[in-house]
């Protein structure tokens, strides 16, 4: 996944009152959970989720909370309901947008998590040979470097090394060490992500992977590499995120007609 802001709109329902914060992570969280179980198949095409009561207690949770995250599930796509009968799943998961493929923060947020970064380092060097040519790089250029430490809801996740071209690497060093979201941040700046190449194996962690992620040197990480262009297919970022295997995986699907890459938390794969 670098990373940007989702959002959910609030929707009333019958003697409830407007959901508070809390309210809304609760019911994202239940509508994210259950949209990974109707994602591996656990009710089948055409089945019936439990009951709003048995899903309150499940999660323990109130009914209006329930509603808000069957509200969501519908306008992706993945249920339906009639009234006196329980919602009947529809479909499968919808691939991610762009964005949210792109954005770790805002991936995480239409996962219901709470993304968080922690500034590991910042610099500006001369470019390796490697960064030369994702970037398109002459050879003694300097790029801008980020290291960060990506949490989910306060959990170590990701260990997010990007690295940005002259250009763009000026706007990412005047932002705050605090900034969630730099791929927002730099939309907001007038820099356009257009096409991103994906590139996803299985990398051994090294000590600083190791003493940021609280796993062993060598333990298999999730590698995605990535290279970000913008709309005149000039390289804007060239990142290397290094995730714990048991937070996200990701999900290919392929047609004749078309292809999508997804990302979601990791747990029954």
């Not at 499940?58 to 992706?76: I, K, P």
């Not at 390796?128 to 040519?133: G, I, L, Q």
């Not at 796993?215 to 995605?224: F, K, Q, S, V």
């Amino acid at each position: 996944m670098t990373d940007g802001a989702a959002g959910t709109g609030k929707r009333a329902t019958p003697n409830s009152a407007t959901p508070n914060g809390r309210d809304q992570a609760l019911y994202r969280k239940v509508a994210a959970d259950l949209g990974r179980e109707i994602g591996e198949g656990r009710y089948g095409s055409g089945g019936r989720l439990p009951a709003e009561g048995e899903l309150a207690e499940r999660y323990g949770v109130s009914r209006g909370t329930v509603r808000q995250a069957m509200a969501l599930l519908r306008t992706e796509g993945l249920v339906a309901s009639r009234r006196g009968t329980r919602r009947v799943v529809i479909g499968m998961p919808r691939p991610q947008s762009f964005g949210e493929l792109l954005s770790f923060t805002r991936w995480a947020r239409s996962m219901g998590e709470e993304p968080g970064g922690l500034m590991i380092a910042t610099e500006t060097r001369t470019a390796d040979a490697t960064e030369c040519v994702q970037l398109r790089l002459p050879e003694g250029t300097e790029v801008h470097r980020v290291r960060r430490l990506r949490t989910l809801s306060g959990r170590p996740a990701m260990v997010e090394r990007t690295v940005f071209p002259p250009a763009v690497g000026e706007l990412v060093a005047e932002l705050p060490p605090d900034t969630v979201s730099y791929t927002v941040a730099l939309e907001e700046r007038g820099v356009l992500f257009a096409d991103a190449q994906h590139t996803i194996d299985l990398c051994p962690a090294d000590a600083e992977d190791a003493r940021l992620l609280g796993c062993r040197p060598g333990d298999p990480l999730l590698r995605e590499r990535r290279c970000s262009t913008d709309p005149a297919g000039t390289p804007i970022e060239w990142s290397d995120d290094r995730y714990l295997p048991d937070t996200v995986a990701f999900t290919v699907h392929s047609s004749a007609a078309s292809g999508s890459l997804a990302r979601r938390p990791a747990g029954d794969t």
